[in-house]
């Protein structure tokens, strides 16, 4: 982390779990503990139906709420769609665009993403921009090269002004619910590199302000030493947001 430059950000992705009837325990648990000393950006992606009744049990707190997908169309004859006017106008924060589970079991391209996250840009919202790369690929020496290309086809076009709203995560494939985590130093190597990627398209000013998160099987235990790194700026974190507490303990590791 380097809060001098940038913000740390620790967002909960809750995936398709638990249900609109957990909301109100989850919400009163996660504001009793993080509802005073507030010392990082504290966000919970929940599934879409879920984010009306969150945003109204997290009312009165700093904690944000996000939603994990997004249309990359306007409005219309899209079944099924939600669009990014309504996750804005319902007072939505964060969407989660470009999710590996996303890319690989529902056929998301690099050109979709790069169309979701001009939508949540224009929205006026923060889209949390996940890259990363598959086992295959990183034991084909291939994962800085896949990385740079998702980077590069989602951000190719938007403004230095545009990236100071757009928060990104390196979210390895081989770490997410798979209890294999990168280590601190591979974290911080993939980190660095998309750093060095936005600074060659963005300039130096940009790159040093953009907060990078890492995903992919952080925990209380091992939150503390991946967020010590110096070009890891918070974390995306699945399994472990599902528990309150285990969740404000990742937060409690952001202090510094
Ligand atoms: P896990 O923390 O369950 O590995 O999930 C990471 C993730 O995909 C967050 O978006």
Redo the contacts with the bound molecule.
Sequence with gaps: MNTKYRKTIV?G?W?MNLLPSDVKNYSAALMKLYGKNHFCEAVV?VPALMAIPMLRALRGSKIAVGV?DVSAEDSGAYTGEISAAMLADAGVKYV?VG???RRRMHGETNAMIAKKLRQVLAAGMTPIL?VGETLEERDGELAEDVVRLQLRSALYGLTGLDMRHVVI?Y?PVW?????R?ATPAEAQQMCEGIRAAVRKLFGARVARAVTIQY?????PANAAQLLSQPDVDGG??????LDPEKFYQILEAAKE
């Design positions: 967002a992705n995936k992606c994990q989660i999710h590996s589970e996940c995560a979210e770490a997410i619910g798979t209890g985590t995903g992919g099987s952080m925990n995306l974190i699945g399994g472990a947001s």
